[in-house]
């Protein structure tokens, strides 16, 4: 999922998705600078890592977030992120004390 989102492309599409709500290939190809297809294999490989989905309707794919996984993400993130703070924490008592 993270080598995913190691994308700026793939970033930008998550961040229309997440603000725009559901949109399809053609508009969301709209205002960046690669092709569609390369916006639609950006869509496969952030699909293929769980963080969106698509549903036909018509002619065209519709896609939006999988927010369950972007919330698995997240809980992951805010985990090491408390990992890191009482790593400092230890850190700074061990530095304190030993002034």
Excluded: C, N, P
């Excluded at 390369?38 to 989905?53: C, D, K, M, N, Q």
């Excluded at 018509?58 to 698995?72: A, C, N, S, T, Y």
Aim: hydrophobic share 40%; proline share 0%.
């Amino acid at each position: 999922m993270f080598a995913a989102l190691a994308d700026a492309t793939r970033l930008r599409l998550l961040k229309r998705l997440s603000t725009e709500g559901s949109q399809s290939i053609t508009r969301l190809s709209e205002g960046e600078h690669v092709t569609r297809q390369a916006i639609t294999r950006h869509l496969y490989a952030l699909g293929s890592a769980g963080l969106v989905r698509h549903k036909r309707q018509g002619r065209e794919q519709i896609w939006d977030l999988d927010m369950k996984r972007l919330e698995k993400a997240r809980q992951y993130l805010d985990h090491v992120a408390a990992q890191w703070d009482a790593a400092a924490a230890r850190l700074k008592a061990f530095v304190e004390e030993s002034s």
